[in-house]
């Protein structure tokens, strides 16, 4: 399999000091500090973005087994706290599912949960290379 390529620019949105914009595919989304750690909170901040991306791999992972399955999902819902008590991160992840499920098809699906490329990325490591532009 050829491997995917995606990327994402981030540039000063204007929003001084930390605002920022970020660009994919001509999508484009705020982030920002809170103002707690000295932004004006114009967007999200970059962990809570990781998040995101991680409760959004996991919920399309999870519809797409089931949709794959033929099992009604009707609604998924999930949630992603991270929190850093020492040296190393900790995500938590709680997953809703609403539809005509039963328990092993519930238990599955939890199971699938853990499959989504962002969990494997971020269980795994992946190499970072800086340089400049």
């Known amino acids: 399999m050829a491997a995917r390529v995606r990327t994402v620019t981030v540039s000063d949105s204007g929003v001084a000091p930390y605002g920022m914009t970020a660009v994919a595919r001509g999508h484009a989304w705020a982030v920002d500090e809170p103002g707690e750690t000295g932004g004006k909170d114009s967007g999200p901040e970059p962990f809570e ?57 519930r238990e599955r699906l939890l199971a699938i949960a853990e499959k989504c490329p962002v969990h494997q990325v971020l269980a795994q490591g992946a190499e970072i290379v800086t340089a400049g532009a």
């Open 49 to 105: 973005l990781l998040c995101g991306a991680l409760g959004a791999c996991t919920a399309i992972t999870v519809r797409m087994y089931a949709g794959r399955k033929g099992w009604t999902l009707e609604r998924i819902a999930v949630t992603v706290t991270y929190e850093k008590p020492a040296e190393r991160g900790r995500f938590s992840i709680a997953i809703a599912l609403e539809g005509p499920l039963d328990a092993a098809q």
